[in-house]
């Protein structure tokens, strides 16, 4: 599975979009990008997931550059609840499903 | 539909001891996971189950660590003869069976143990 590149912290306003990056330059075609979120002490969340076009649930959007090599993650009005370790993961969509984690970003969304 | 339990939520033992730590997947899913994080770091994987079968278990220590699969009951990540070293947060996750292709995992809340 490709690796991933992620700022160590970010900081958000509340109420404010919050837009954290990441790079998965070596991507290749049959590996999808995830985000999970863990808040803390707590389970790991999923958020969203996406192959090749930009994808949006109830609670981010989640767009892919046309090369791939890189997505960002949009939570359209952050609020202190947000607060948490955001990762992005590359996983092939082969029958092996474990997750490989990085270091991810921690984003402090502020009043 | 209950999300995926485990139990229990902090365990201390003394250094020799076992632990046992459960995982009820949810409902329906036959795929099971476990992580770990130690403290202050990220969460590494350890085992990959499907049904009875251990599919991935490059993670997991070769010695002192087992997945267990009792005929009726949750799931079991056994370790022998605790270290101070196995003092961290062990996560259970489960997804829904399918062959490949995307497949978003539940996690519980993690079991936190502590080795005195």
């Known amino acids: 599975d490709a690796k991933t590149t992620q700022p160590p912290s970010m900081d958000c306003a509340e109420g404010r979009a919050a837009n954290l990056p990441c790079n998965h330059s070596t991507i290749s075609g049959n590996e999808y990008v995830y985000w999970y979120r863990q808040i803390h002490s707590q389970g790991p969340q999923y958020i969203i997931h996406g192959l090749k076009n930009n994808e949006t649930n109830e609670m981010a959007s989640l767009i892919i550059t046309e090369d791939r090599k890189s997505s960002t993650l949009i939570l359209p009005h952050a609020t202190l609840r947000d607060t948490a370790v955001y990762y992005c993961?590359?996983?092939?969509?082969?029958?092996?499903?474990?997750?490989?984690w990085g270091l991810g970003t921690s984003l402090a969304v502020n009043p | 539909n209950a999300g995926v339990m485990q139990n229990p939520r902090h365990l201390v033992r003394r250094r020799g001891q076992e632990a046992r730590l459960r995982c009820s997947p949810m409902k329906g899913h036959s795929h099971v996971y476990w992580y770990r994080q130690l403290p202050e770091e990220g969460l590494k994987f350890m085992v990959y189950l499907q049904k009875e079968n251990i599919i991935d278990e490059s993670g997991m220590p070769k010695e002192r660590f087992s997945a267990e699969f009792p005929k009726e009951g949750p799931i079991i990540l056994r370790i022998q003869q605790v270290v101070r070293g196995d003092s961290a947060a062990y996560f259970c996750?489960?997804?829904?069976?399918?062959?490949?292709?995307?497949?978003?995992?539940?996690f519980g809340p993690g079991t936190r143990l502590t080795v005195l």
């Open positions: 993961i590359v996983r092939n969509a082969g029958n092996n499903r474990k997750l490989i």
């Open positions: 996750a489960s997804s829904p069976p399918g062959g490949g292709g995307a497949h978003e995992q539940f």
